[in-house]
């Protein structure tokens, strides 16, 4: 039985990046996900209500991004990871 790493490389601006103490989770509008999926996304992985999960889906939509999430670099990376796999369009900042 084998076992596969995968490495991961990081550019410079995103090591100074990281090196800040609060980071936002990104959620950006796209033409793929629908409002269900993600008001479903947001109650699932970042345990927002019903109710704040369809204010952030209306904010994406009418304003083209939202913040959903503030916190560590790493924090931040795992969550980006997780929506990403859901197909969601996210990023750090």
């Known amino acids: ?18 090196l800040k103490t609060s980071h936002r989770l990104i959620l950006w509008n796209d033409e ?17 209500t019903e109710n704040q999960a369809e204010k952030i889906a209306w904010e994406v939509h009418n304003k083209g991004k939202c913040a959903v999430l503030e916190g560590s670099f ?5 969550y980006r990871k997780i929506l990403q796999q859901e197909g969601l369009t996210v ?3």
């Open 1 to 18: 039985m084998s076992t596969e790493t995968k490495e991961e490389t990081f550019t410079l601006e995103e090591i100074l990046t990281s």
């Open 32 to 48: 793929v996900n629908t409002f269900d999926h993600v008001i479903h996304c947001m109650t699932k992985y970042l345990d927002y």
């Open 74 to 78: 790493t924090e931040m990376e795992v």
């Open 91 to 93: 990023t750090v900042d």
